[in-house]
């Protein structure tokens, strides 16, 4: 990286050493809850980042080139709507969908700034280096870190769209989703634009298939969770002994997924002291991915603050962009 990419480059790290004790006290209470449950944002290692970008690729995973051909209809209308000069991306990961919004912006000569917030250090580099040579003259400050943690680390800026692809906000519990929506909210200007990305309940069949994949990709991306919960907290377990579970659950409108012991087997965190004794067919709960609707959506926003500006969805109604401003 030359000196002038330096330049354009900032990047926060807003981890500190009390985050492992909160990380500690999260998995113990969700290990020791009913049913017991992990935080998804185990997955997100430098191999988890990889595994989900291979998911996005993979024929049953529809959500990520919907929404990207959503994006590719509609993005020069949301620019030219937000009127927005900055992006922020909560979530951006390889921010592939990302270049479609930065492609427009730069088309209408309004991109200066952007912000990728990923709780993932490497990916957060990675995709800053490669933004600021696609994108000349663009100025990067990403933030690594957890965006339900962290938020007040998003830096100062002028008028801007923030951004939240991927269905993202479904892997949130419908009070929890509202909570971080108003927290997003709070940390925006009057008339700055919020664009969401929310996967549309559809059937059943589409949505379990796509957390099935043939390829068994999606199992080992679940499994991940294993290996960073080893390599974070100490936790003694054997990824093999587990086989992954992603079913829907109707009631909820959210696809669940699980890791299920193969045999009766302790799990240990010594790091924690804790060991927890596992049955044969008992399951952990590793994501939720909550399906809306327009109506839910809409509600979901109004009551974090936001007003709805336009709702735009694909011809099979699977994913949809909800613009949103602040008033």
């Known amino acids: 990286m030359d000196s002038k990419t330096e330049a354009s480059i900032t990047i926060d790290v807003p981890i500190t050493r009390e985050d492992p004790d909160t990380l500690g006290k999260i998995v113990k209470v969700g290990l020791l809850a009913n049913p017991r449950t992990l935080p998804s944002k185990l997955f997100y290692d430098e191999r988890g980042s990889t595994l989900f ?23 020069d209308e949301i620019v030219a709507l937000s009127g927005a000069e900055e992006l922020v991306e909560l979530g951006s990961g390889a921010a592939t969908k990302t270049r479609v919004l930065l492609d427009a912006m730069a088309q209408a000569d309004q991109l200066r700034y952007f912000v990728p917030f990923d709780v993932d250090e490497a990916i957060v ?33 002028g008028k801007r769209l923030v951004v939240i692809l991927g ?5 949130l519990p419908p009070i929890a989703a509202e909570d971080f929506l108003t927290a997003v909210n709070t940390e925006m200007a009057s008339g700055d634009f919020f664009l969401l990305g929310v996967q549309l309940i559809t059937s059943q ?19 991940n969770i294993l290996r960073v919960l080893r390599n974070q907290l100490g936790a003694q377990c054997d990824s093999d002994n587990f086989e992954h579970v992603a079913r ?4 909820s409108h959210r696809i669940e997924m699980w890791l299920r012991s193969c045999q009766d087997q302790t799990l240990d965190i010594p790091n924690l002291d804790l060991s927890i004794q596992l049955k044969k067919d008992e399951e952990i709960r590793t994501e939720l991915s ?18 709805l ?8 109604q699977l994913i949809s962009l909800a613009l949103a401003r602040k008033p």
Do not use: M
């Open 53 to 75: 970008e291979q998911i996005c690729e993979l024929p049953e995973y529809y959500q990520t080139r919907t929404e990207h051909q959503l994006l590719l209809t509609w993005a």
């Open 125 to 157: 580099r990675r995709v800053s280096e490669e933004l600021v040579q696609e994108y000349p003259g663009l100025q990067i400050h990403g933030v690594a870190g957890d965006f339900l943690v962290h938020l007040e680390h998003i830096p100062e800026g």
């Open 167 to 171: 269905g993202t906000i479904g892997n």
């Open 205 to 223: 069949k589409r949505l379990e298939a796509a957390y099935n994949d043939q390829k068994g990709i999606t199992a080992k991306f679940n499994k």
């Open 248 to 251: 829907y659950n109707s009631d």
């Open 290 to 307: 909550t399906k809306y609707d327009h109506p839910l959506a809409e509600d979901l926003l109004i009551c974090a603050g936001f007003e």
């Open 309 to 316: 500006v336009k709702w735009y969805t694909d011809p099979d």
